[in-house]
């Protein structure tokens, strides 16, 4: 009875599995975050982002692009550089338990990295569709790109590689090298930033009007596709889980 | 670490935590497919399914399915071989439908004001069941492409028709007869994709008749079932969990 009673203090006292507060706070920092977006874009792209001559459009929209800019990087720098820094060095010698406890964690940040794609591949994406359909189209940085490309990509890249970071140095299963589709989850849909390039060269230099279907939006397209590397991360996922589990499950 | 050790304290815990991960996948899976199924359906079907104007019977029936047919072909491809659940393709179509309600309803109306009744997305649901209704009975992708790729372009135009059907009701307007559909596009004029860009019903495919539609359907139909071959494939692929050495 002693020890039982003592083995119960034990597991109120140790962190939970999962942590809903961290869950609830990530997913919710994303949702507050884009609707004041959504609110400033509801705003300025008419009041200051038709044309891009205009001061109210350096005023509101170009500083918005330059101070996006420097807090990408910077919290890119820093949250890499932290999960990097606080590596386990000894991630072969944990505890199931501890093993457990993070494969939660590691799916807090896989949640976040989803609902940061959504709103990055989906959200803002289409809604650059009816932007630049329907306003002409003056320059490489819309009221619409600033978001979508500058803004939401770069939030759902750097919670990807954050959470390929956090798999990789705490979790003993990725210890086996680098998890491919892992990679393809994370670097395909990275790959799309890079890829504004091309959109804006042929935009600029050949093809003024909006059809999304046109052959110059198929760099988009493929590195799309890459998102399906999601598939092989839950498979993957579910095979370190199950060595977890299954004795206690059967 | 003690290969007798075990992560839970009991199996009720175990189980709990079980359910618990399969929430938080389904969450992500969902999210995860909306972004990319959405940026690729957008960027090769998208401006037939942004505008009504757009949603003729040739080039509309034709390409939608075959370019929609993709995902839901690679999520069957790895949720029926590795976890026998039998609705990879509707939950493929549902976080389309949700991604782009979401984008109808918020930006395209509540940005740049266009009517919802101009810009709502087709649907792709009842082929969406058919493919697994497909494959859960007959537990063969053979099968599920073959019969479900058909059906899925099959019936992707009449599953529209109740949305579509009071747009396409032809009217005279200064002289010319176009429908209700072309009437809003020109009404709701859109700056970057003027009219020369739509492309819409020219009338070749008339040599057949009347039938535009069937018989666009009907090719939509050979080419789903193709495409879902293919990208049952990529599925498989994507599906893998192997690792590489770090060089």
Redo the contacts between chains.
């Keep these: 009875m002693a020890a039982t009673t003592e083995s119960v203090k034990a ?1 109120a006292a140790e962190a939970p ?2 942590n809903t507060r961290n869950l609830y706070a990530g997913l919710g920092l994303y949702l507050v975050f884009y609707v004041w977006v ?1 609110w400033y ?2 705003v300025y ?1 008419w009041s200051a982002g038709l044309d891009s001559f205009a001061p109210e459009f350096e005023i509101y929209w170009m500083n918005f692009l330059y101070i996006e800019i420097v807090l990408e990087i910077l919290t890119a720098s820093v949250l890499w550089g932290v999960i990097w820094k606080t590596r386990d060095r000894n991630v ?6 501890e ?2 406890r993070r ?2 964690t590691h ?1 807090i940040w ?2 976040c ?3 940061a ?2 709103w ?4 803002f ?3 650059d ?9 003056d320059t490489d940085f819309t009221p619409s790109h600033i978001i979508e490309f500058y803004l939401s990509y770069p939030i ?1 890249i750097i919670t990807g590689v954050a959470s390929f970071l956090y798999a990789k140095t705490r979790l ?1 299963h ?1 210890q ?6 892992y990679m ?2 994370v670097i395909g ?1 990275f790959m ?1 930033l890079p890829n504004v390039g091309l959109n804006e060269w042929g935009h600029t230099f050949w093809f003024m ?5 046109a052959p110059l ?2 760099g ?2 493929f590195f ?9 991360v ?6 370190a ?1 199950g060595k ?2 299954k ?3 059967v | 670490m003690s290969a007798s050790q075990s992560a839970v304290r009991s199996r009720a815990e175990a189980v709990k935590v079980s359910r618990t991960f399969d929430y938080l996948i389904i969450w992500t899976l969902f999210m995860v497919l909306i972004g990319g199924y959405h940026i690729h359906f957008m960027l090769t079907g998208g401006d037939w399914d942004f505008w009504s104007d757009w949603k003729d019977r040739r080039l509309w029936v034709t390409v939608v399915p075959i370019v929609s047919i993709t995902f839901p072909a690679a999520v069957q491809a790895m949720a029926w071989s590795r976890y026998r659940l039998p609705f990879g393709a509707t939950l493929c179509v549902l976080g389309l439908l949700l991604g782009e309600w979401i984008n109808r309803y918020l930006n395209f109306w509540g940005w740049t004001y266009f009517p919802v009744n101009f810009v709502f997305p087709s649907n792709l649901v009842p082929g969406a069941i058919l493919l697994d209704v497909v494959l859960m009975l007959s537990g063969s992708f053979t099968l599920t492409a073959v019969l479900g790729g058909m059906a899925w372009g099959l019936v992707f135009y009449p599953g529209n028709w109740p949305i579509i059907a009071p747009l396409h009701i032809p009217i005279e307007y200064n002289g010319m007869m176009f429908t209700l559909a072309d009437l809003q596009g020109y009404h709701y004029v859109r700056t970057g994709t003027p009219e020369y860009i739509r492309m819409v019903e020219k009338g070749t495919l008339r040599t057949f008749g009347k039938d535009v539609a069937p018989v666009s359907a009907f090719f939509s139909a050979f080419v789903s079932i193709l495409i879902y071959f293919l990208w049952h494939f990529f599925g498989n692929w994507f599906s893998q969990t192997r690792f590489v050495q770090s060089t």
């Design positions: 597991d599995l999962l959504r874009e509801g792209g072969m010698s944990i505890t199931p338990r093993e457990l494969h939660f799916w896989l949640a990295y989803g609902w794609l959504y990055g591949g989906s959200y994406t289409e809604q569709g009816t932007w630049h359909q329907t306003i002409v189209r759902y003993p990725y086996q090298g680098l998890s491919l589709m393809v989850a849909p799309i009007e909006e059809l999304f279907v939006h198929y988009f397209v799309g596709w890459s998102a399906l590397g999601v598939l092989g839950v498979n993957t996922e579910c095979e889980i977890l589990l004795k206690d499950l």
